[in-house]
């Protein structure tokens, strides 16, 4: 297989003297969203694509800068753009999910964002938060450390951007648009991408494969995004052995390991020593997914080559990565995720709450309307919810709602707990199938001690589910299979290192609880980050009031929100 790879395109690694140069308080970017053609897999099509590029361009910054990024729509429909993991304090209007926080970019328009950063410090990513054109908007953003501070551990010799994918054949707006007029299950994507290409075991693929070029005895640093749509992904490279340094912008005890499970909206800092013979290895990420739901089950890869290597031997290995369903595989590796929680990276875990919020994640179905074809099970629509309530995103941003008082765009009353207690993980039945549907938001006071339990539920399809909260990281402290015990459960927490992210994976079937003080005022979105989950309503809103001061209160917005047509 080796010998039929015909084009190798070349990492390029960001050195440190390149990064001081770029690295400033403040920075500028210009992002022009267009349709350009690509082709993979022997398929040319039209796509929205930032600046040309699949991925986009990445955002250098360091901890704490400010980022001024201007997007100019040229494309064909409305679209906004989100900074998936920056808090952005007091500021949601740059937040960017649609009609949450602001309406749609439309096309022949422009709007700066103002992305602030605080103490985010490592690997985040950018990406396109209206339908699902975040299947082909999205780059990384690389924050380095503050000046004349380092990374907690040895500085890599360089270090390189690795960004998972889905690549559709068909296009992706023109997909869910369809799935949502019938009901149905969206098609599965066709492939996976390695910085854009799928790799070599896909066909007519050969000969565009990602080549990540090493030299021996030297450590990189891999910074890893999943903007896979609808897949988790387990990832390694054959031959080597890694360590896992970071998650989502906040650093982890180091964890040495042969392969990683990464959910849709997770990043990961990988160290990477070059130190086997050298040859050709392949990178691969394949799908771990354990659910009775269509699914892409295809692998992608990628070439780490050493230098100096002038030829591909006749086999390259590949690694050996847990099968689809390895559940064991998946709790082996998240088991291991602790916060490093040193002098120089404290954290600080709510040993207390103030609030609890209990909230059940199930695939539901709603009736088909009348005189309508449905193309979900037992002729129904697919549907999802978060405590029975799927949520209807409005027309009018929820954001200007609230911060003008305006009437009829949203209700306040999201619960915090089911409307029923049931043997969430057990039962699966038709009795709870069928959701309430609302635009319902839950209100937190300021500086509150939070406490969301998760349920993950047999209802429906049951699978893992990768939440996501806006606005705020926040410390995994729980997580287990079957229901949550508010009695025997909160004994096996971790308050002493738990991780720190802004994206947790649900087990199928099991329970998470996070903690955070909500110290962030604003709306802030809260989802499923399966892109069909979402869709299907997957999703709430919480609202963090002001504080008793400007400084604990939301800014004012911007001149220049794009108007809700």
């Known amino acids: 297989m080796g010998c039929r790879i015909l084009v190798l395109l070349l990492g390029t690694f960001f050195l440190d003297g390149l990064l001081l140069s770029m690295a400033a308080d403040v920075h500028h970017y210009s992002f022009i969203l267009k349709e350009t053609n690509f082709t993979r897999l022997c398929f040319t099509k039209p796509m929205l694509t930032v600046n040309e590029s699949f991925p986009g361009p990445t955002i250098h910054v360091r901890k704490g800068d400010t980022a001024f990024v201007t997007v100019h729509n040229d494309g064909k429909y409305g679209v906004t753009i989100h900074w998936h993991g920056v808090k952005q304090p007091h500021n949601p209007w740059s937040d960017g999910p649609e009609n949450i926080t602001q309406c749609p970019i439309q096309p022949g328009k422009n709007f700066t964002y103002e992305v602030i950063f605080s103490d985010e410090e490592g690997t985040l990513w950018w990406h396109a938060h209206s339908d699902w054109s975040r299947a082909t908007v999205h780059g990384h953003i690389v924050i380095l450390p503050e000046r004349g501070k380092t990374y907690p551990f040895p500085k890599p010799y360089a270090e390189q951007t690795i960004f998972l994918g889905s690549w559709f054949n068909t296009d992706v707006k023109e997909l869910i648009d369809d799935a949502t007029a019938t009901g149905s299950d969206p098609e599965a994507s066709t492939g996976f991408t390695i910085n854009g290409w ?177 193309g979900g099970p037992n002729g129904n629509r697919l549907a999802a919810s978060l405590n029975n309530i799927s949520f209807s995103t409005p027309t009018t941003d929820i954001l200007q709602a ?76 729980g997580s287990a299979y079957g229901n949550w015990n508010e009695t025997t459960s909160p004994a096996t927490y971790n308050l002493v290192d738990p991780p720190e992210v802004n994206t947790v994976g649900i087990p199928k079937n099991g329970w998470t609880a996070i903690r955070f003080v909500a110290n962030n005022p604003g709306v802030w979105f809260m989802h499923c980050h399966l892109e069909r989950h979402a869709s299907w309503g997957m999703n709430s809103v919480i609202i963090v009031k002001n504080g008793p001061t400007k400084g604990t209160s939301i800014r004012r917005p911007p001149p220049n929100l794009p108007v809700c047509a």
């Open 402 to 477: 609230y911060y003008r008082n305006l009437n009829d765009t949203y209700e306040d009353d999201f619960p915090n707990q089911p409307p029923v207690y049931f043997n969430f993980s057990g039962v699966d039945t038709e009795v709870y199938l069928l959701p309430e549907v609302g635009t319902k938001v839950k209100m937190i006071k300021y500086g509150a001690s939070i406490e969301i339990v998760y349920q993950g539920t047999n209802v429906g399809n049951a699978e893992n589910h990768p939440m996501h909260l806006h606005g705020y990281s926040f410390y995994v402290v």
């Open 198 to 374: 799928p790799g070599a075991l896909y066909n007519c693929s050969n000969e565009t494969i990602y080549t990540l070029g090493v030299e021996y005895g030297k450590t990189y640093l891999l910074r890893l995004v999943s903007g896979v749509m609808n897949e988790e992904m387990f990832f390694g490279i054959a031959g080597h052995n890694f360590t896992v340094v970071a998650q989502d912008a906040a650093y982890l005890k180091p964890i040495v390991t042969s392969y990683i499970m990464i959910a849709p909206g997770q990043t990961m800092d990988i160290l990477l020593t070059a130190d086997q013979t050298p040859s050709y290895y392949y990178i691969a990420a394949s799908p771990f997914f354990d659910s009775n739901a269509p699914f892409d089950n295809t692998t992608t890869t990628a070439i780490l080559r050493y230098t100096k290597v002038t030829s591909a031997p006749s086999t390259i290995p590949m690694p050996s990565l847990p099968f689809v369903t390895d559940k064991e595989a998946v709790d082996n590796f998240t088991a291991q995720l602790r916060a490093l929680a040193s002098k120089k990276h404290p954290i600080s875990v709510p040993k207390k709450f103030t609030e609890r919020i209990i909230i059940s994640v199930s695939v539901n179905q709603l009736p088909c309307e009348a005189n309508v074809t449905c």
